[in-house]
């Protein structure tokens, strides 16, 4: 098991077995008064940071391991891996001559913990584990951590589906990826129907499906589910798309365009129509795959570019010969490291929960290469090769990375600069202390009182942060229907509630998560903290005041709360904002502050409308048959192939019932008493 944080609070690790690891914690400090002291004495001043780490010297073995440098408070600072424990450490007893950044984080240690490892390979794989667990605030993180999506084709059941996958890959198939995003991922499905004419209905529609959907109609889908086409020939579609995903995609259209003409001179031009259609298909596919080189079939191109004490990593992922999506990254690293620093440090985070691929190319040689290249290859338990090109159609694909991450940055900058103007303009009009690192918007959405759902957005210095937006599926039975009052308290209360079990109470955070270049000298870009600098609700006083009974009942105080009503005949441009001390106000019309605001109400409501209508969606497609215990797909499928419909399964009495094939008399009682409880 790798090392982790327990419920408590407190940092502990397990260690592997394999790795022959050992802990070395800190000694506490002697807590008795020395012989010949008076009690009344003063207390001694703490040890320095030098002192701790000098003494710690002496216990540390020469061997390979992991360090952490730990503050006054418990909190870690610094993780960082050696091949000699006691080398490295050495040094920080030493501080002169180390950049300004160390030397912080030397005279804020106040203790230390080690683990020792078998070898500098485990050393660094434990250490990218801890950094992304522990998310120390000197080392360089890698912030947005979201998993990729894969396209899965399934294979445990007789007409195997295609579906996005994101995860664990607990089910039963093959899984092709990673896509950089989800948006790649449905062009793809998209294209594999019109190409394969491969299902993606779930297993439970398409047992109970009694004839062909609009997909068939459409031609994107074979409809194996009613016999449209037999399960031998929609097996060997899947075999092809399987080939197509797998690189074969020449020979999947060489054997199209053979079974095309073929069926032309048989004068079958309807079949030739159809194998035409999807040969157009994959022609389209592969057009919209940008670069496909044709010597790299396997590797993960990064490209690295520092500005403006900023960096950005741009990462494009190629497999089976095709270009599967770029995605820009962002980690979080003062200013002062190098490039190649903060590249290496990131790709030892973000391989650690993901399978790397045989090669990695990357625009800058990172310090320990061989060293990474050691350890991926470990962890993949394959050859795993780094390298740095320097000529060829390698180096031409590392230079374009870099394009892009220069090109990502400079965007990234220049919304940075605005949305900061916009986070002081904000501060300012609505009187808050400094600019906000974090603002959450609420909303409600529901059609009379059905389907509720509250949504939860986020902004921040770099704009919107949608891995901090939630949504809130409204459970209160004693809501009278379309309460929005009663909606907005419960929303907030089960927020707030939960944040302060989680997190502690707001006064023990303030604003210490920011990170500015100015505060304790740190040069780190801003970071979002878990709890908000002010709250805006959509609606007038009756939201405000709900809001408000939910903070008092919470024991919340200090933090911030704004009302934004939509202003006569809900104009935009003429809201109007509620605030506890102030009277209603508006803003001019072309206050950037209120576009700002505006900006974020909208994105508030395009939230919560969204996770209303999925809500919606889901409870249509939800049959009634769904809720009887011992009703599965083929139950359910023999009731509506003999009734049509579940409205007439509930009007059927038990005789008509036990008709129906796999019903027996116990099943039919369970099923009537269902329907006509209490009567």
């Known amino acids: 098991m790798l090392p982790g944080t327990d419920t408590s609070g407190q940092h502990h690790v397990d260690i592997p077995t394999t790795a022959h690891a050992l802990m070395t914690d800190s000694p506490e400090a002697p807590t008795d008064a020395p012989a010949g002291t008076s009690a009344d004495a003063p207390p001694a001043k703490p040890r320095t940071g030098p002192d701790v780490i000098a003494d710690e010297v002496k216990r540390l073995p020469n061997a390979p391991g992991v360090y952490r440098m730990i503050d006054a408070k418990g909190t870690v600072l610094y993780v960082g891996k050696a091949r000699s424990l006691k080398k490295r450490v050495q040094n920080y007893a030493r501080p002169n001559g180390l950049p300004a950044r160390i030397m912080r984080v030397i005279f804020a240690t106040a203790s230390m913990e080690f683990v020792t490892t078998r070898t500098e390979t485990e050393a660094l794989l434990l250490e990218a584990n801890l950094i992304k667990r522990l998310r120390p605030r000197y080392n360089v993180l890698l912030r947005d951590d979201k998993s990729f999506p894969n396209i899965l084709i399934t294979g445990d059941h007789e007409a195997p589906r295609v579906s996005k996958h994101r995860g664990a890959r607990s089910r039963k198939g093959e899984y092709f990826g990673p896509f950089a995003s ?65 690189g074969r995609s020449s020979s999947i259209r060489d054997t199209l365009k053979t079974a095309m003409a073929e069926a032309s001179d048989r004068l079958d031009f309807e079949l030739a129509a159809r194998y035409r259609d999807r040969l157009a298909a994959l022609a389209h596919v592969t057009s919209q795959q940008g670069i496909n080189p044709g010597t790299v079939k396997e590797a993960d191109v990064f490209g690295c570019h520092q500005e403006g004490g900023r960096t950005c990593i741009q990462v494009f992922f190629f497999r089976t010969g095709q270009n599967w999506g770029n995605r820009s990254y962002f980690p979080r690293a003062e200013a002062s490291i190098p490039a190649t620093e903060v590249l290496g440090t990131f790709l030892a985070q973000f391989y650690d929960d993901r399978e790397p691929p045989k090669l990695l190319l990357i625009s800058e040689d990172v310090p320990e290469r061989e060293l990474l290249e050691a350890a991926l290859t470990e962890r993949a338990g394959r050859k795993v090769s780094v390298s740095v090109p320097a000529r060829g159609e390698k180096r031409t694909l590392v230079a374009q990375a870099s394009l892009n991450a220069k090109e990502a940055l400079g965007r990234t900058l220049a919304e940075t600069s605005s949305q900061r103007t916009l986070l002081a303009g904000f501060a300012e009009t609505f009187g808050l202390a400094e600019p906000p690192t974090r603002i959450e918007v ?23 942060s949608k891995a901090h937006y939630r949504k809130f599926n409204i459970k209160s039975e004693d809501l009278t229907p379309g309460d929005d009052y009663g909606m907005m308290r419960e929303v907030l209360k089960r927020r707030f509630s939960r944040l302060m079990r989680e997190a502690g109470p707001r006064e023990a955070h303030g604003n210490a998560d920011v990170g500015t270049s100015g505060k304790d000298g740190d040069d780190l870009p801003p970071e979002i903290g878990a709890w908000p600098d002010a709250v805006l609700v959509d609606g007038g006083k009756g939201q405000l005041s709900a809001a408000r009974e939910v903070f008092a009942e919470l024991g919340i105080t200090d933090l911030p709360l704004i009302g934004v009503a939509k202003g006569p005949d809900r104009d935009a441009g003429r809201e109007v904002f509620h605030m506890d001390g102030r009277t209603p106000f508006t803003l001019p019309v072309r206050d950037p502050v209120l576009y700002f605001v505006q900006r974020m109400r909208d994105e508030a409501h395009r939230f919560a409308i969204g996770s209303h209508r999925a809500r919606r969606k889901s409870d249509i497609a939800r049959s009634p048959l769904d809720e009887i215990a011992g009703i599965g797909p083929s139950r359910k499928r023999a009731l509506l192939s003999h009734f049509g419909t579940a409205k007439a399964v509930s009007r059927a009495g038990m005789d008509d019932l036990r008709k129906v094939s796999g019903i027996s008399a116990e099943m039919a009682r369970l099923i009537h008493d269902h329907f006509h409880e209490g009567t």
């Open 182 to 246: 989800a948006g790649a991922v449905d062009r793809t499905i998209n294209a594999l129907e019109r190409a394969f004419l491969l299902r993606t209905c779930s297993d439970s529609v398409y047992e109970t499906r009694t004839r062909p959907c609009l997909l068939h109609q459409i031609k994107r889908c074979s409809a194996p589910c009613t016999g449209e086409i037999s399960l031998e020939d929609y097996g060997k579609l899947v075999g092809e798309a399987r080939a197509f995903l797998s």
């Open 442 to 464: 609420y909303d409600n959405s529901h059609i009379m009182g059905t389907n509720a759902v509250g949504g939860m957005i986020v902004s921040g210095p770099d704009g919107f």
